[in-house]
Every structure is written in structure tokens, then in C-alpha cells.
């Protein structure tokens, strides 16, 4: 026995409607207008710095993470990301870049996961 078109068209609906509710809720995440790992790869100039505390960071990383800084959820979530992870990132190195680009609006106290922003 064949699926009526009518049963087919209401699958179809409902795929369709998941597909876009899906959709919504990744672009309602961490980053609005992008994935934690798409805005990780704007943190390259950051690699060195994210690595080692002692590294210099470079007026180009400090730019990027002033950037991602305006909405520290989203800063959290890069700087947690499988991206950052799988470019070495350390994380307990990482969450000082914001203090040591002597960033004045950074989130100070900001909770990023075990981690809280100096």
C-alpha cells in the first residue's frame, strides 16, 4: 500500500517546519550571526597568545576580541569551541587575552564555563 499524497504532503510540511525551527535556534545561539567555530577562525592572530601566557598578542587579535568582546556569551562559547580546541587552544590561556589587550569593557567576572574572565 502507497503513502496517500495527502500523508506525504503533511511529511513534507512537517520536515519543512523542523528544518526552519532548527535553523532559528542555531542563529538564537551564542553568536547570532554565525557558529562558535566559524567566529573561531577570526581568532587565528590569537593562536600564539591562546596557547601561551607569556606570548605578545598582536593588535590584530586584540581587534577580533574586542569584536566578539561586545557579547561575551559569544566570546565564551569561541574560546570553548571544538574549533579552538582542535588549534590547541587553553582555554584557563585564552580567557586572558581580553586583560591582556587591556581591553576596558571587557566582561570582568564573566563565567565561561570553569572559567571566569580576569
Known sequence: MEPSPKYLCIAGLVLL?????????????ECPRSTPDSEAMKLMPCA??????????SSSCCTQV??????????????????????????????????R???ENR??????????MP
Do not use: F, R, W
Open 48 to 57: 600564539s597568545a591562546a596557547q601561551d601566557p607569556n606570548a605578545a598578542v
Open 101 to 103: 589587550c587591556n581591553l
Open 17 to 29: 517546519l523542523a528544518a526552519i525551527a532548527s535553523h532559528e535556534a542555531n542563529a538564537a545561539g
Open 107 to 116: 566582561p570582568i567576572g564573566y563565567k565561561c564555563g570553569a572559567y571566569t
Open 66 to 99: 574586542q569584536k566578539l568582546g561586545q557579547n561575551p556569551k559569544c566570546l565564551c562559547a569561541v574560546l570553548l569551541s571544538n574549533m579552538a580546541k582542535a588549534a590547541g587552544v587553553k582555554p584557563e590561556i585564552a580567557i586572558t587575552i581580553p586583560k
